[in-house]
């Protein structure tokens, strides 16, 4: 083991873990903004399969990348907002709600792959070009993680700093902290929760679609039927142990994709069966969530709908 | 339960509210087949032609809904303590591999002892891979829907490992990735010779009565239904809440197990690397649809195994995937759950009925 | 109902729990919506759809359960909701907090405006929680049961802030169940009863036996009739427990103390001095403990509350919706909430329903529970006689120490009264009692022996002629 580590390029191996941490951190901020605000949301998963089948077919039908980013995420707030809907306004527990999203992009993404893109597609519409920060990317190992990546891979560096300065230094954020901790002190004072928990579990959605175009648009650059293989849960593992903070899903997030990175990479070279290798991401994120549960210490009213009187 | 009070009033607007969801769902899954080019009304005949119109087509429905009572009476055990246990997929499977290897590797037993202790091995299969997100929760807290759903993706590649490419359980003599075939005296009896109905039909008409009695009539049950509804008062009244959870995650990981045995030993009677596609994600939808109630459980399920044997037939015919009928499942879990929107379309009366309600967790949900 | 408030006044709204006080209240705040009826501030009429309208016509409300978000500091949770912006959406933490300040001097509210609430004690959050209502401009003042959770001494410097609002020309709105408190404070007092204003009346023109009888409609005790105390051996021997909190921290510390059969100890202490830590530790709720506790001689220390319960120890929780009842669960079910596996409820693992029917009937006819039938849900019983039903469970197992803390909170009189009558009768057949309460009305009248809890340790003992109400709420603050 130790051996196919150091065989490793760590170069290649920090930048192979940057990319597959992007769509968990995009996922687990989207997460942690629904959160927040007193929504849970296991549909991570659903949205960004949603934001990875819509980003592709409108990329392939409007032969523009950008558009199917911006389709991708415009996909994934719709059905966050089916989420919103279900589970703030009609009072649906939020696990299930969750799981009616999560099973719903299963159908709508397979029914229409089939018609559209299994059926019709030829060539793909390829995937986001790579930009490199000149000067930086000439930095030994740091230049060559962090200085030449794709766009989704950009906005989502960029990304964790804005969530974490919305989410603490402006109004909205002290607002959507105050209706995740205890909603009817924030009504008492006149704010309308369902509204923060509104903009916040839809924002979660362009957030996580983004992620999911990650997967079509960006890495390899077409669609497959389940393409995010529960990608989207581990970014929830990812946000818990991360203490629903930016920063902290961010190297939580890095955590996981590292250990996806190892697995892909140790492969090839030692006689380790490779499923053992494969079930290393999900093992872990079983033992950080089992061990970071009783230290972290989830928004309060996360779970429970508000009920006004 | 009698035929009267079935058709007591009461009884009826009980069931009026899952029918409506059931047509709701599939009027919101034809306007998606509209939608994608194909013919709904050819779509949704396809799918009832393959799964009625000829015994055949019949007997492999009730193949189909063997599972999911099964399943469904896992996931609507959990619910009602309250756990909500996505893992019944990962837990057919370890039932599966349990049951088959007792199946093919222990010889010279008569069929009425090697079945039964082959589905037994199953039960334990599930039950102990359900344990371990029990134990977790008990022990930490973490929600168990992160657990079980990573552990499903554990169980897919454990399984992979024991059988594909010279794994401990794989034939050796066989080209294909797979177990040997289990002995004869394993398998479950066919009941319609020419069809592939098995007597596993009977087991799970059994496990509706059992699951049935457990809850409503002893003090387990009882048990699970007090720490469901209120952990803190279960606690505080001296039930273990901790062992509740994982003595209601065990047992439904057993009925997803016998769900897994049940499945070799009767229909494949040999286990390939990848071998059931969504049974257990689609029990979810049936345990909400019959609300939980072991009872309801069997209706549901059948709905779920003529969906799911048409859908293939209906894939093959019109080209309308099969994954339409998740599309279906989704939207009758939103009616169900949301009751406000069947009654606000059908213009009903508001009778206060019991909301889908999960778990109340102590000091707050934890995901 | 009528009622009218005026200017530079404190006007109590007396009743007992369950006569629409809150309720009313709530409505003029806007968070309850009236059926029919009108609200006119100076008189004229005004529609309040939710707190937004409230706040903006001057009318602030300080809640019985405070209104703050824990994790938030105390500046942040005054400027909630009407926060100072700088552009781009950002908070002015700087001007937040300087204006916090200015408002804590000027109405002599000191505050820590960085502190973070869920570090304050109670008395101080509800200074933040007033505060929150000055700097919205509340010129009408709420405060619903804001005494429940202060020392006779932190009441005592309430009750001066409250004074200095109204001599600024503020109203304020009281509401309570106290009698004493409304005698002192209140220029006027209006009585309600069942949802209806009883009387509207000044306190020198009544006293407080004559306002008990308005509230409740019939002449009341105001002390419950108990011979002394005849203590024998002890039962329930607490040897320097030490508990941890949820979040770790030492919540009872080192607390040592006997309770003997046939009598009643009382544990007087501000909420949230570790009495709920405690109660829990004795149940065996709380295995992360130190010390010893003894029960009829049997160190249970390490014991689960199954093994605690069955070995003699009967428990009243603090909070019966979360931890006394399964509100769904049938009354009966909830009667055998902590038998149901044993005999005669129960043969192996099959419950046996017909043994189950027949206890449930004999207790609600001792207890006098009003329930239509056993098979009731719990959740559908008015709260009296959902306690009726926890107090039934647990003095029905003949357990030999009865643990109950704040068996009343929140009860009408009636089942107070009831509730006392089978404490004090208990007490005299020989069950030891350990009763914790917030109410140090409830102690004085019940107790034989006091032990006074402040931060985790019992400060003083006091039995015969020492217990003295003065003495006791000075101890309750850390004062003597």
């Known amino acids: 083991m130790i051996a196919a580590l150091q065989s490793l390029h760590l170069t290649e191996l920090g930048y192979l873990t940057l990319l597959a941490a992007t769509p968990l951190t995009l996922a687990a901020l989207g997460g942690l903004m629904c959160e927040r605000s007193g929504v849970v949301n296991i549909a991570l998963e659903g949205i960004m399969l949603t934001g990875a089948f819509v980003g592709y077919a409108a990329a392939l039908a409007t032969h523009n990348l950008w558009l199917g980013v911006l389709a991708a995420m415009l996909a994934g707030m719709a059905i966050a907002a089916l989420h919103a809907a279900l589970s703030i306004s009609l009072l649906v527990d939020q696990i299930v709600s969750g799981t009616v999203i999560n099973i719903l992009a299963v159908g709508i993404t397979g029914v229409y792959y089939r018609t559209y893109i299994q059926e019709t597609s030829t060539v793909g519409p390829g995937i986001l070009p790579t930009w490199h920060i000149p000067l930086l990317d000439r930095l030994p190992f740091l230049g060559q993680i962090f200085f030449q990546g794709q766009a989704i891979t950009w906005a989502m560096l960029l990304l964790i700093v804005v969530v974490h300065v919305v989410l603490f230094h402006t109004v909205w954020g002290l607002r959507t902290r105050a209706c995740g901790e205890h909603p009817l002190a924030a009504d008492t004072v006149g704010i309308n929760v369902y509204l923060v928990r509104y903009v916040n579990v839809i924002a979660s959605g362009a957030l996580a679609g983004l992620g999911g175009a990650y997967f079509s648009l960006q890495e390899i650059g077409n669609f497959l039927p389940n393409i995010t293989g529960g990608r989207g849960f581990i970014a929830l593992a990812a946000m818990i142990f991360g203490r629903w903070t930016p920063a902290g899903a961010f190297l939580a997030s890095l955590l996981f994709a590292g250990a996806d990175a190892v697995g892909a990479r140790i492969q090839g070279f030692h006689n380790i069966p490779y499923q053992f290798l494969g079930m290393l991401p999900y093992v872990l994120t079983i033992v950080v969530v089992a061990g970071a549960m009783g230290r972290s210490i989830a928004p309060a009213a996360v779970g429970r709908p508000y009920k006004k009187q | ?367 | 109902m009528d009622l009218a408030i005026e200017w530079d006044q404190v006007h109590a709204l007396l009743g007992e729990n369950g006569a629409g006080k809150t309720t009313l209240m709530n409505v003029a705040y806007g968070l309850v919506r009236p059926d029919s009826g009108t609200i006119l501030v100076d008189g004229n009429p005004v529609v309040i759809h939710g707190p937004q309208d409230a706040i903006r016509l001057g009318i602030g409300m300080v809640h019985q359960h405070f209104m703050l978000i824990p994790p938030l500091t105390v500046a942040e949770n005054v400027i909630l909701g009407h926060e100072t912006v700088r552009a781009g959406g950002f908070v002015d933490q700087r001007a937040a907090e300087r204006e916090v300040r200015d408002l804590s001097q000027r109405y002599g509210l000191e505050v820590d405006p960085r502190a973070r609430i869920e570090g304050l004690p109670v008395g101080i959050q509800q200074r933040v929680e007033i505060l929150k209502s000055l700097y919205r401009g509340a010129r009408i003042l709420i405060l619903d049961e804001p005494t429940a959770v202060l020392t006779p001494q932190e009441v005592i410097g309430l009750f001066g802030i409250l004074r200095n609002l109204a001599g600024e020309g503020s109203a304020i709105v009281f509401i309570t169940h106290k009698l004493g408190e409304v005698m002192e404070v209140a220029d006027t007092i209006t009585v309600m009863r069942r949802g209806k204003v009883e009387a509207t009346t000044r306190p020198s023109e009544t006293n407080p036996a004559g306002l008990a009888r308005l509230m409740v409609g019939r002449p009341v005790l105001l002390r419950v009739d108990k011979a002394p105390a005849r203590p024998q051996r002890p039962v329930l021997e607490l040897d320097h427990l030490v508990v941890h909190d949820d979040r770790r921290r030492v919540a009872v510390d080192g607390v040592a103390l006997s309770v003997h059969a046939g009598e009643i100890v009382g544990i007087a202490g501000v909420e949230g001095n570790g009495q709920n830590e405690l109660a829990e530790a004795i149940a065996g709720l709380r295995p992360d403990r130190g010390g010893r506790v003894l029960l009829d001689g049997q160190d249970v220390t390490r014991a689960t509350t199954r093994h605690v319960l069955h070995g003699g120890l009967g428990f009243i929780p603090a909070d019966r919706h979360r931890m006394g009842l399964v509100l769904e669960h049938s009354v009966s079910d909830n009667l055998v909430l902590s038998t149901f596996d044993r005999a005669p409820f129960a043969r192996w693992i099959i419950r046996r329903f017909e043994a189950v029917l027949e206890y449930a009937q004999r207790l609600i006819k001792q207890f006098d529970i009003r329930a239509e039938s056993p098979s009731q849900p719990a959740g559908s019983l008015s709260g009296g006689n959902q306690q009726k039903v926890v107090a039934a469970r647990e003095l029905g197992r003949q357990p030999r120490a009865l643990l109950a803390s704040q068996p009343t909170r929140g009860l009408d009189v009636g089942s107070i009264e009831f509730i006392h009558r089978q404490i004090v009768d208990q007490r005299d057949a020989g069950l030891a009692v350990l009763l914790i309460s917030s109410e140090l009305d409830e102690i004085l009248s019940l107790a034989d022996r006091v032990a006074v809890m402040y931060r985790g340790r019992i400060v003083a003992i006091l039995e015969g002629d020492a217990i003295d109400r003065e003495r006791i709420g000075l101890l309750m603050a850390g004062a003597a």
């Open chain 2, 1 to 367: 339960m009698t035929w009267r009070r079935l058709f007591r009033p009461a009884a009826v607007a009980l069931a009026a509210q899952p029918i409506l969801s059931i047509v709701c769902g599939f009027a919101v899954a034809g306007l998606a087949v509209l939608a994608s080019g194909a013919d709904p009304v050819q779509a949704f005949s396809a799918l009832f032609q393959g799964a009625f119109t000829n015994p055949r087509a019949f007997t492999e429905t009730m193949i189909a809904t063997l599972p999911y009572i099964f399943l469904g009476l896992a996931v609507a055990l959990g619910f009602k303590a309250g756990l909500f246990n996505i893992g019944a997929e990962g837990q057919f499977y370890l039932g599966a591999v349990f049951g088959v290897f007792i199946g093919y590797s222990v010889q010279g037993l008569p069929g009425i002892v090697h079945v039964p202790l082959a589905l037994l091995a199953g039960m334990l299969g599930g039950f102990l891979w359900a344990a371990i997100p029990g134990i977790i929760k008990a022990r930490t807290g973490a929600h168990e829907v992160i657990i079980t759903i990573m552990l499903n993706y554990v169980a897919f590649q454990l399984t992979d490992f024991l059988i594909n490419n010279r794994g401990p359980l794989a034939d050796k003599t066989s080209s294909a990735p797979r177990t040997p075939f289990i002995q004869h005296a394993a398998q479950l009896p066919i009941l319609i010779p020419g069809t592939r109905l098995h007597a596993g039909l009977f087991v799970a008409l059994v496990a509706i009565p059992v699951v049935w009695f457990l809850l409503s009539r002893t003090t387990v049950g009882f048990q699970i239904r007090t720490v469901g509804l209120n952990p803190s008062a279960a606690r505080a009244a001296g039930i273990s809440v901790g062992w509740t959870l994982v003595i209601t995650m065990g047992i439904s990981g057993a009925l997803a197990g016998l769900a897994g045995a049940d499945e070799v030993l009767g229909v494949s009677h040999f286990m390939p690397p990848s071998f059931s596609t969504g049974y257990g994600f689609d029990s979810i939808a049936v345990a909400l649809l019959a609300k939980s109630n072991p009872w309801a459980i069997l209706p549901a399920a059948f709905l779920f195994g003529a969906m799911r044997n048409g859908a293939t037939f209906m894939q093959l015919q019109t080209q309308v995937s099969a994954d339409l009928i998740s599309i279906v499942q989704a939207t009758v879990i939103i009616f169900i759950a949301a009751p406000a929107i069947i009654r606000w379309i059908f213009r009903l009366r508001h009778t206060p009925a019991a909301p889908v309600q999960l778990a109340k967790t102590d000091g707050g949900a934890t995901i």
